[in-house]
């Protein structure tokens, strides 16, 4: 807990994402706009999202469906490569994600000097992308090597898929804290964009109360207070895009409507 308020410097801090559009290798990738047309659009994001006021910055590669449980050479290069030609632009802290390998996801966070990573590091899922197994022992021993800081955002819920076995929530939260050294715990879910379960957040904080527990999906500004009663923090994307599609570009409306309930709170 300690480590996670050193990196946010604020109570219940708000992880806004940054979607980045479908990059290099990817099926929907815009190759006459190349790499150029990725980083617009970033900081396009960056700029309606900062200047609403949120706490810090997550990096995803949401655009490129369908998405893998190992990153690719020219994805992961690609979004390093867009992530370090923004950096300047950032005025709080930020994080990565690479969809859906953990291993990837802390590489880049190495890479870019990025605070902290989300990923699903531990279980076994049935999913969408086939039978999913990550590393997160593949994960830690890589942070470790390198000598990197970055927290690791454990969820422990996946979207888009059902966990293999009959563990719950809690349960799986302890062994992640216990056995794989999880820093946070991410609570989702069941798709991008759809609200997390409040019953599931406190079930989640009563069985690991020394850990930061974040609330990781359908985070918007007519639930945020009964969510950030419970949890920790909050990532929010979808809500804060234009029409609340995830695939649209960031609303600055919506980010100061949203960032108003939340101080408001505070």
């Known amino acids: 807990m300690e480590a996670f308020i050193q990196v946010f410097a604020t109570a219940k801090p708000i992880i806004a994402m940054a979607h980045l559009p479908p990059l290099p290798g990817s099926p929907l990738y815009d190759a006459v706009g190349g790499m150029d047309a990725i980083v617009a659009a970033v900081r396009r994001d960056l700029k309606a999202l900062q200047d609403g006021g949120v706490d810090a910055i997550m990096f995803g590669n949401e655009g490129d469906r369908p998405y893998l449980t190992r990153a690719t050479p020219e994805t992961l290069a690609a979004m390093a490569v867009a992530i370090a030609r923004v950096v300047e ?15 990837a996801s802390v590489a880049l966070a190495h890479a870019t000097g990025a605070r902290f990573v989300r990923e699903v590091f531990t279980g076994v899922y049935d ?19 390198v000598g990197s800081d970055c927290l690791l955002f454990f969820n422990i819920n996946a979207e888009f898929a059902s966990p293999v076995g009959t563990r719950g929530n809690a349960d799986r939260a302890r062994s992640a804290v216990f056995a794989s050294l999880a820093d946070a715990i991410c609570v989702s879910g069941p798709m991008t964009g759809q609200a997390v379960d409040v019953r599931h957040i406190a079930e989640v904080k009563a069985a690991v109360p020394q850990v930061p527990v974040i609330a990781n999906t359908g985070v918007r500004s007519d639930n945020v207070r009964d969510i950030l009663e419970v949890a920790d923090a909050a990532i929010v994307g979808t809500s804060l895009k234009v029409d609340g599609d995830t695939w649209k570009a960031v609303d600055p409306e919506r980010v100061a409507v949203f960032m108003d309930a939340v101080r408001t709170l505070r």
């Open 127 to 145: 999913a969408d992308m086939g039978l999913w197994v990550p590393d997160a022992a593949g994960a830690l021993r890589l942070r470790r090597n």
């Open 89 to 103: 632009d950032l005025r709080v802290p930020f994080g990565v994600n690479y969809l859906w390998d953990p291993v």
